[in-house]
């Protein structure tokens, strides 16, 4: 398990700009007025903007020498996202990576990592998975 990521402060404008990058129309992501209308706080985020907070601290384990994991030639092979609740500007997001399996098939590492993500108070908010690819050879995991 990795240490904690400094905070991830989930702004209004990021919410905003992802939604708009996706094509996400929903009036919840760019309206402050409809989406507290319908019961949140402050802007939703759409789902899968926990790639914007989780990735980073992905890579960053990736790239540890100590973890021995060739980046280059990575390949995203799956991912998988829950939540306990909507993402929304304001939240600030502590996020943890775990390993939760990696073996070696047909020449192929095949890694999952877990990333879970708490907001400020220490409630959970969102965990996801993702599967990760990368030929295998004699001197890396």
Known sequence: M???SPPYQVGREKIREF???IGERSPMC???VAARAAGHPDLVAP???TVVFTMPRIEALLREPAFGWRFEGTVHGGQTIEFHRPIC???ELITTVEVKNLTIRAGTHMLTLRCESSDQFGKPVCATEALL???ADGDTV
Do not use: E, K, N, Y
Request: hydrophobic share 35%; net charge negative.
């Open 2 to 4: 990795s240490q904690p």
């Open 19 to 21: 939604a708009t990058a």
């Open 30 to 32: 760019h309206d402050v």
């Open 47 to 49: 789902p899968t903007f």
């Open 89 to 91: 500007a304001g939240d």
């Open 133 to 135: 690819l990368s030929q």
